[in-house]
């Protein structure tokens, strides 16, 4: 198993409102999240931090989050306390008003693999060199391509794209969609919307299909091209390999 994730910038925006993670408990269990923040005089970073932040501390005070079952109520009750504290912190900072955060995360154990996200960044699997979104975008278009009024290439220009409908900190209550997964996968991957925006599927597995690259060489070479792109907004990648031999 390898892990390593990366957070960068960008090429337009002058800070980082992201944040990423992953995590391993002492039953060899893992946790990636990535946060992707939103808000005024820097509320998004806050909002970010606190995801990664609340996740990792219950984490790593967890021996082993226990059954499917237990871990799907654990990631949902999580999200509840998360969605809970942004909101609490926005009453007590009026300046923060108005900011929240995406989340996408993936749990893998020895016997599962879940995912679970709001708002618009994407966890995929990889497998045999092909690259497979799991989540769904909490966005306007992706409603409108979901009901038949867009095409996914008209989405991808659409004026509107970046409207979320769903993000942590935006009401009282917080939904997390979760996805049960074949854990039968050669990687596991985590991005905020910088890297999708920018990248399609294609250009995304083409990195890592390069054997000849580390696992850091190639979340790298992802952010890279990303900024020669255009690198219009935060890009955050969390990425693990699951050597050959592994899943025996």
């Given at each position: 198993?390898?892990?390593?994730?990366?957070?960068?910038?960008?090429?337009?925006?002058?800070?980082?409102?992201?944040s990423?993670?992953?995590?391993?408990?002492?039953?060899?269990?893992?946790?990636?999240?990535?946060?992707?923040?939103?808000?005024?005089?820097?509320?998004?970073?806050?909002?970010?931090s606190?995801?990664?932040?609340?996740?990792?501390?219950?984490?790593?005070?967890?021996?082993?989050?226990?059954?499917?079952?237990?871990?799907?109520?654990w990631?949902?009750?999580?999200?509840?306390?998360?969605?809970?504290e942004?909101?609490?912190?926005?009453?007590?900072?009026?300046?923060?008003?108005?900011?929240?955060?995406t989340?996408?995360?993936?749990?893998?154990?020895?016997?599962?693999l879940?995912?679970?996200?709001?708002?618009?960044?994407?966890?995929?699997?990889?497998?045999?060199?092909?690259?497979?979104?799991?989540?769904?975008?909490?966005?306007?278009?992706?409603?409108?391509?979901?009901?038949?009024?867009?095409?996914?290439?008209?989405?991808?220009?659409?004026?509107?794209?970046?409207?979320?409908?769903?993000?942590?900190?935006?009401?009282?209550?917080?939904?997390?969609?979760?996805?049960?997964?074949?854990?039968?996968?050669?990687?596991?991957?985590?991005?905020?919307?910088?890297?999708?925006?920018?990248?399609?599927?294609?250009?995304?597995?083409?990195?890592?299909?390069?054997?000849?690259?580390?696992?850091e060489?190639?979340?790298?070479?992802?952010?890279?091209?990303?900024?020669?792109?255009?690198?219009?907004?935060?890009?955050?990648?969390?990425?693990?390999?699951?050597?050959?031999?592994?899943?025996?």
């Open positions: 198993m390898k892990t390593f994730y990366l957070t960068d910038s960008g090429k337009v925006r002058d800070h980082n409102e992201d990423v993670i992953i995590l391993k408990n002492a039953n060899n269990e893992y946790l990636l999240i990535v946060a992707d923040g939103m808000g005024g005089h820097r509320a998004g970073e806050v909002a970010s606190i995801v990664v932040n609340h996740m990792g501390k219950r984490f790593s005070e967890t021996n082993t989050v226990g059954s499917k079952l237990d871990a799907i109520n990631m949902k009750d999580n999200i509840s306390e998360i969605n809970k942004i909101l609490d912190h926005t009453k007590t900072h009026p300046e923060a008003l108005g900011m929240g955060t989340t996408v995360m993936a749990l893998l154990t020895d016997e599962y879940l995912f679970g996200n709001i708002g618009d960044s994407s966890g995929f699997v990889y497998k045999n060199g092909k690259l497979t979104k799991v989540t769904n975008d909490h966005t306007l278009v992706n409603l409108l391509v979901t009901a038949g009024d867009l095409t996914e290439e008209e989405a991808k220009y659409h004026p509107k794209r970046n409207v979320l409908m769903k993000a942590l900190g935006s009401s009282e209550k917080a939904e997390l969609d979760v996805f049960d997964v074949d854990r039968n996968v050669d990687g596991i991957l985590l991005c905020s919307d910088g890297l999708t925006s920018m990248l399609t599927k294609e250009q995304i597995e083409k990195v890592l299909n390069d054997e000849e690259l580390e696992i060489e190639q979340v790298i070479k992802l952010i890279r091209k990303s900024n020669a792109r255009g690198g219009t907004d935060n890009i955050s990648v969390a990425y693990l390999s699951l050597e050959s031999g592994e899943e025996e």
